[in-house]
């Protein structure tokens, strides 16, 4: 279901060919865009991701380190408003009050997706007819294998007009809580797991809808903050493989994000995956300066291994192809263990150490 009659969608259409530049597939040895520019990169803002485990802005380390901006938290759908129209924000504005006091900045991520069983989305968007189920399953697929799927947790029906326009309403009443208060808002990731052939795709969806659906809500969400900055999650997109199955999908998501003056971002920082280095990794090194950009380190990046060298990636190593050439304004650092207690804070108690600023 489009959210745009066909007029607007022929003219938003036009619109995004206009912006849409040559994307070359960038090989991050050297060949990414101003990667002869030897000036010395600026230091991304350090922030610790610690998800839905709030109550950790309470530790000690975190509070002390100068190296760390602040938090990114994770808020569900179904905890800001249990029932529609009624919103529960009282949580999050505990949580934003005990970091300015304490000198530090929140980043919202607000969650419509789940990788697990568990719904984010609240229980009256699913009851109601109107919201056509609410949401959708998502699935993986042992060697991209359709026909082998599991299940793979469930997203909102973002792309459905009547549930966009309920998400809509939250996020202007959040902006009007919390805009100008908090560092950024972030939407989290456009990827789905629907597979390829269309087979699994749920009632309403098409890739070329999906897409016009992300990049409307990234409209709402910078309407909605206008002075914090709202961040897209972008890593791939339904219905294209880059570079060689390129519908602009992807593109598109970070060209309007340019044209918003949003930002850009995504979980995952894995140099040596070929998929992100195709996907989000070369869109947000090529993007231009005005658009700000964050990355996190999720579960797992710190386990990856040089296929070169055989080894796996460091802290260091990562906060380097961070600064060059991703040029990131932000990285948010998971708290996996052993890594985190044992790496990512050692980092930065060396900035610390340095007198680095956030």
């Keep these: ?20 530049v040559t994307w070359a597939l960038l090989a991050f040895a050297g060949q990414v865009a101003g990667a002869g520019d030897t000036t010395a990169r600026t230091e991304p803002r350090h922030y610790v991701f610690f998800g839905r485990d709030r109550a950790r802005i309470r530790d000690r380390e975190f509070l002390e380190l100068r190296a760390i901006a602040g938090a990114q938290l994770k808020y569900l759908w179904r905890e800001l408003e249990p029932r529609e129209g009624v919103y529960t924000f009282q949580p999050l504005l505990e949580d934003l009050e ?12 607000l969650q419509d997706v789940s ?36 299940f793979g947790g469930w997203v909102a029906l973002r792309w459905n007009a009547v549930v966009h326009a309920r998400f809509v309403r939250l996020l202007d009443t959040l902006g009007r809580a919390v805009d100008g208060q908090i560092e950024a808002l972030v939407l989290p990731e456009t990827s789905v797991g629907f ?4 087979k699994l795709y749920p009632k309403g969806f098409t890739p070329a809808g999906y897409a016009e659906a992300i990049r409307t809500r990234m409209t709402a969400a910078r309407r909605a903050f206008p002075r914090s900055l709202a ?11 880059l570079p060689s199955d390129d519908h602009g999908y992807l593109k598109g998501v970070y060209a309007h ?3 918003l003056g949003s930002g850009v971002g995504g979980p995952d920082l894995m140099p040596h995956r070929k998929g992100q280095r195709a996907h989000s990794l070369s869109l947000i090194a090529a993007r231009s300066a005005r658009v700000r950009a964050g990355v996190a380190v999720q579960d797992g990046n710190l386990a990856e291994r040089d296929p070169t ?14 600064r060059d050439p991703l040029r990131l304004d932000y990285i948010f650092w998971g708290t996996e263990e052993p890594y985190y ?16 600023k956030r």
């Design 195 to 198: 597979g390829s052939s269309g």
């Design 341 to 356: 207690s044992r790496d990512v804070l050692a980092y930065l108690r060396g900035l610390d150490a340095r007198g680095a």
């Design 231 to 241: 961040i897209q999650y972008a890593n791939f997109m339904p219905g294209e493989w």
């Design 257 to 259: 994000a340019e044209s």
């Design 98 to 109: 005990f970091l300015e006091r304490h000198g530090k900045r929140l980043v919202i991520q």
């Design 1 to 20: 279901m489009s959210l745009f009659p066909a007029s607007e969608r022929k003219r938003r259409s036009a619109r995004f060919a206009k912006l849409t």
């Design 115 to 150: 990788f697990d069983s568990s719904l984010t989305v609240p229980d009256d968007l699913v009851r109601n007819p109107a919201f056509s189920g609410g949401v959708a399953a998502q699935f993986e697929f042992p060697d991209d294998d359709e026909s082998q799927r599991g």
């Design 309 to 322: 060298t055989k080894k796996r990636v460091t802290v260091e190593e990562l906060a380097r192809f961070a």
